[in-house]
């Protein structure tokens, strides 16, 4: 992405994003973020802080002609390493979001690795927006159970597909907690959960032997889920795990059909 393919008014709307007052980074994390890029920022005071960030990036442009200066910026303020805690992924989502429908402008997107790629580029503003919402559009095809849709929606339409899973599994365990009152996690709640001699769920009568397989069945998924996507994002790195949207999709699509399972079973009262 070269510098000279922006014009001014696109470059100021990505900086009135990124230092946006209410969403965008702080004036400390701002100066912290143009430090990373060497761009001086004692420049004469501006008249908001939006101003004064476009101010300092024009200086250091206009001096060095630096082909790849707004792209070094763009991808150090989404860099997936400061937001990896979770209280900070509302302001993920509005800055590659907002950066991402003027990018769509230029034939450019940043991606799920926080990395600017090219792409076939936007001629309206109507494909902007139909194209920032492709994926609520699929997520929505999915009928996904309403657990899904509440736990991992979010996530998916923001392109985070490894939260996404991660969140998604996680509330299956949550759930069978919830209707059994059992505590733990895994194999062992599962296993608890849903034995076919004392058990806490019941999926049919469990008289014959095809009840009794349906039973293990749903248990067997629930905990494979566990063990294939809830546990291996639990103790990795994301680099480490990456999940696609094809990959994601498919997970989804397989915690919606064990939440759909659980949906029908019974809880055993107890004394």
Known sequence: MYQHEFDQQKVESICDIIADTSNGLTGRELQHLLDLCSVPYDLPIAPNKRQWFFNCL???????QSQYLFKDIIE??????????????????????GINKVLLLEGYEINTSGIIVEV???DTLDEVDRRANEREAKFQKQNF?????HLAK???VNGQYFEAVFEASKGLSKKVRELTGLTGDGANLF???FSTKNPYLVLNRLE?????????GLRTLINAIFL???????HNLKLDWPVNEVKALDALSLISFAFKGLDQCQVVKRD
Do not use: C, G
């Open 154 to 156: 979010k996530e998916y």
């Open 208 to 216: 014959t032997e095809t009840e009794r397989n349906e039973q293990n």
């Open 145 to 149: 159970h309403p657990s899904v849709v």
């Open 58 to 64: 024009a200086y250091k442009f206009n001096r060095e």
């Open 228 to 234: 294939m996507f809830r546990n291996p994002q639990a």
């Open 191 to 193: 296993e608890k959960a």
């Open 76 to 97: 150090k303020t989404v860099n997936l390493a400061r937001y990896t805690d979770f209280d900070n992924r509302e302001q993920y989502e509005y800055l590659v979001n």
């Open 120 to 122: 076939e580029k936007a």
